[in-house]
């Protein structure tokens, strides 16, 4: 019996359970597997709503599926460090690589260079995103478009400057037509410094586009001034003990509104990308890729 098959089953049980289904009707539909759903909002912007079962050959999975195939759309994820994408948000990247319509992008803010390791990190990091399975032209680390107006260095000591950070996304989203956006949460996950300053300078990036389309008349009557600020969602920052729980977490985390579980092949493909990140996979990481909650399960918030 493989490490995976004893939380695999117990998700399977909690999540029929969190969906109503009795012990009789999980047994009679057989094998499931998991995945979220997007659902449009008024506004026209897409959001991940519902964590579903998708159940095989049966009425709710063709729902759910006509409904992912309406969904389009550009995604953003902003992180801090290389690795951060597969430590902490695998299984939302993982969710939404399945989806045709969707673009993802990535734009990692600093190179990591803390130990000095910066260059070979770079490398990693591509090599991580490339085995997560995002397209490497799509993912953006350090120098991006050279439109950083500050270096973001690594440091847990270091915040960042909000306004810097906004106004590189601005750029982003404006080049890419980006109509949502992923980040850490006001916590940070880990409380690192780098991660929570992502989310105070997307705090920001309202104030940030407001003003610029006020400040530049040229502007007003582009294409641009139609533009809304993306919908922001910040990924839920847990207590310790929640955060090692692994896919148990889905005690506390199944009722959640926004919430993306990775299946057993996803969680495989997850401690590949951590894999990549040679100069940081030290005996600690070993251990998070079985232990974290992050490889299995991404819960997010709405930033208001
Ligand atoms: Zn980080």
């Known amino acids: ?60 999975h063709r729902q759910q599926k006509n409904a992912l195939t309406r969904s389009n759309g550009n995604v953003l994820l902003i992180i801090a460090h290389p690795d951060d994408e597969c430590m902490f948000f695998g299984p939302l990247l993982l969710k939404l690589l ?7 992008y990535v ?24 085995a997560l399975g995002l397209k490497e032209e799509n993912c953006f ?28 996304v601005f750029e982003f989203i404006k080049k890419y037509n980006i109509n949502l956006i992923f980040t850490f949460d006001e916590k940070g996950i880990s409380g690192h410094l780098n991660h929570r300053s992502i989310y105070y300078g997307l705090r920001n990036l309202d104030f940030f586009m407001k003003s610029f389309f ?18 922001v969602l910040t990924l839920t920052s847990v207590s310790i003990f929640r955060k090692y729980i692994g ?17 057993a092949e996803q969680v495989s493909v997850i401690r590949k990308a951590m894999r990549a ?9 070993k251990l998070y890729v079985y232990f974290s909650r992050y490889v299995y399960i991404n819960t997010f918030t709405a930033m208001k």
């Open 1 to 60: 019996m493989s490490t995976f098959d004893v939380p695999s089953k117990a998700l399977m049980i909690v999540l029929s359970s969190a969906a109503g289904l009795t012990a009789e009707k999980r047994k009679q539909q057989g094998q499931q597997e998991l995945f979220y759903q997007f659902s449009r909002k008024s506004q026209g912007y897409f959001s991940f709503n519902v964590l579903a079962l998708r159940l095989r050959d049966n009425k709710v």
């Open 98 to 104: 399945q989806e045709p319509k969707v673009n993802i």
């Open 107 to 130: 734009i990692c803010l600093s190179s990591g260079n803390f130990n000095g390791l910066g260059s070979s990190r770079k490398r990693e990091f591509f090599k991580s995103c490339t």
């Open 141 to 168: 680390i350090e120098d991006i478009f050279n439109l950083a107006t500050c270096q973001f260095l690594d440091n847990p000591l270091e915040e960042w400057p909000k306004e810097s950070i906004a106004e590189l």
């Open 214 to 231: 006020s400040n530049n008349s040229r502007f007003l009557i582009k294409k641009l001034s139609q533009k809304e600020v993306p919908t």
């Open 247 to 263: 896919i148990f977490d889905l005690l506390f985390s199944a009722h959640q509104e926004r919430i993306c579980v990775s299946s």
């Open 277 to 285: 990140h040679h100069s940081q996979y030290v005996w600690f990481r």
